[in-house]
């Protein structure tokens, strides 16, 4: 009987190759945590984040124009004159480069995984972002996120791609704060992040792709552990990017010390709008501020096709229409 159940579980384990980074750099704790508890589950994961502090970097892909690291990485982990990517020395799967966040998918697609890991050629079946520092939710930190970017990266390049952040922002060195204990919050998203992943290959069975084609995921956890030690389990719940108290990015003169500082983030009219997607689900936002619930992550599903669906095309054409007669 015991042999029987081990033998079923045996076959029942999924290894999979994936594409692990973030924005907040490879030396932050987070990253590690899911890497560790990839690799854990039987993943071959080939981690490559940048060596210093990326967040904010969007979708832009840039990568080193120099040999040598021109400045300190963060956590003075890799040092100006170092080479400008390497991997550890206990472990090759465990990369950095001097560039963006997207700019390492397409390091690891386009140079690393290649040179270093032909046998990975053309078989990377899912790209990670996170988890990320800090909650990516709603359409203003959908542009912006790095982590976000990278996934955006990988799905314009056919690849199936989630990005995952937690609420917990704290920029934390992996040396200082990797641990095992459950209450760590990075260790709790780690789990559910793997949780996630595994259902997803799980329901791919034999199919080439673990999500549809253009498409991805956007995962957003909230407050658990240290910082809310009644959420050890996040429930997954539905969402949708834009919706009811998204916000947008505003900027207040402050008449007082004459500087420019961030303004109230209350511009949710048109980031109300529902488009495209299910209108009935709540946004990442409402998620993750606990408004349909405590201790809930969202869940949403973008798709790189970012034209305007046919209905609005109509509104728009008629708008248009003279300058094609011009
Ligand atoms: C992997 O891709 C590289 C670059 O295109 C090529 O040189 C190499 O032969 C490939 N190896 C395998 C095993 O496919
Ligand atoms: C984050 O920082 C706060 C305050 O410095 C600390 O109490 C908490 O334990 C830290 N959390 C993690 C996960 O490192
Ligand atoms: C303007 O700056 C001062 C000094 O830092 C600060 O005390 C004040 O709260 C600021 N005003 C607003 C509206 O944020």
């Known amino acids: 009987m015991q042999i029987l159940s081990l033998l079923t579980l045996a076959t029942t384990v999924l290894s999979k190759n994936i594409v692990l980074t973030n924005d907040d750099g490879w030396?932050?704790?987070p990253i590690r945590a899911l890497y560790r508890d990839l690799t854990d589950a039987g993943?071959?994961?080939l981690m490559v984040a940048p060596v210093t502090q990326r967040s904010g970097w969007s979708g832009r892909f840039q990568y080193s124009y120099s040999k040598e690291l021109l400045e300190d990485g963060q956590f003075n982990y890799r040092n100006k004159g170092e080479p400008a990517w390497g991997y550890e020395?206990?472990?090759?799967?465990?990369w950095y480069m001097n560039g963006t966040p997207a700019g390492c998918v397409?390091?690891?697609?386009?140079?690393?995984?290649p040179k270093y890991f032909p046998e990975l050629n053309n078989s990377i079946d899912l790209v990670v972002g996170g988890v990320n520092e800090g909650v990516n939710n709603s359409p203003q930190t959908f542009?912006?996120?790095g982590t976000i970017g990278a996934t955006y990266e990988a799905v314009y390049r056919g690849l199936p791609a989630i990005a995952f952040s937690g609420s917990n922002s704290n920029n934390s060195f992996f040396k200082d704060d990797l641990n095992d204990d459950p209450l760590n919050p990075f260790n709790i998203y780690a789990k559910k992040s793997v949780q996630l992943i595994e259902e997803i290959f799980t329901k791919q069975g034999d199919n080439d792709r673990a999500l549809p084609l253009g498409v991805g995921l956007n995962v957003n956890f909230p407050k658990a552990g240290y910082d809310d030690e009644t959420c050890t389990n996040?429930?997954?719940t539905k969402s949708r990017i834009a919706g009811t108290d998204s916000g947008a990015y505003t900027i207040y003169l402050n008449e007082t010390t004459g500087l420019l500082q961030d303004g109230p983030n209350d511009l949710t009219q048109a980031l109300g709008v529902c488009y495209n997607g299910p209108c009935n689900y709540p946004s990442e936002t409402e998620v993750v501020g606990g408004k349909v619930g405590h201790c809930k992550s969202s869940i949403s599903t973008f798709s790189i096709d970012y034209d305007a669906n046919s209905q609005l095309q109509a509104e728009v054409d008629s708008l248009i229409g003279g300058v094609?007669?011009?």
């Open 27 to 29: 030396a932050a704790t």
């Open 43 to 45: 993943h071959n994961v």
């Open 89 to 94: 020395e206990d472990d090759n799967k465990i």
């Open 106 to 113: 397409g390091f690891a697609l386009d140079v690393v995984i």
């Open 143 to 145: 542009t912006v996120s």
């Open 234 to 236: 996040p429930v997954y």
């Open 324 to 326: 094609f007669n011009l």
